[in-house]
């Protein structure tokens, strides 16, 4: 096996975690926050496609999937377009306020084709390439993936914890 159908396994199991933590999820649900300070299940769920989308764009070199077909109009969110939600404050976080679980749904399919494309044409040493030298040691491309991959996994879980807290 290739390191390339790894790292593809991994983001399909991401995207598939992803429908079933949000399917049938109402807009109630996926805004309210369980306790003051507590991210809601749809600012997690945008947060991880926004990032997601983020930095596979940057190392393909490619517009984001977010502004490159309309997903930043379609959502109307009061956030810069390229806002991702790092750092956002608890105002900022209320502001997200997701529309529906089949928008999350579909750009969520949308970010992981774009995703899959661009993994689908990595060699091995390709993950080798240094895609960021603000950090020491130098972040390379199979790192970044990897990073992408842990804090998409991490916010995958407390939004299912989330839902499991809301009896759905």
């Known amino acids: 096996m290739r390191s390339r159908d790894v790292l593809s396994y991994a983001y399909e199991q991401v995207e598939e975690t992803f429908t079933r933590t949000l399917e049938e999820l109402e807009p109630d649900d996926l805004n309210r926050r ?4 507590a991210n809601p299940i749809g600012w997690l769920a945008w947060h991880l496609l926004r990032v997601q989308d983020d930095h596979v764009a940057d190392v393909a070199g490619t517009e984001q999937v977010w502004t490159a077909e309309g997903w930043t109009g379609r959502f109307g ?3 810069d377009d390229a806002a991702t939600g790092y750092g956002m404050t608890d105002e900022e976080v209320d502001a997200v306020r997701v529309p529906s679980a089949d928008l ?8 992981h084709a774009r995703s899959a494309e661009f993994l689908r044409g990595l060699s091995d040493e390709d993950l080798d390439r240094v895609v960021d030298t603000n950090w020491d040691p130098p972040v390379t491309l199979g790192v970044r993936l990897v990073s992408v991959l ?7 879980g407390q939004a299912a914890y989330l839902r499991g807290l809301l009896g759905r």
């Open 104 to 111: 999350l749904l579909g750009y969520s399919r949308a970010v």
């Open 34 to 37: 369980l306790q003051p300070g």
């Open 77 to 79: 969110l009061p956030v």
């Open 150 to 156: 842990s804090d998409d996994l991490q916010h995958l």
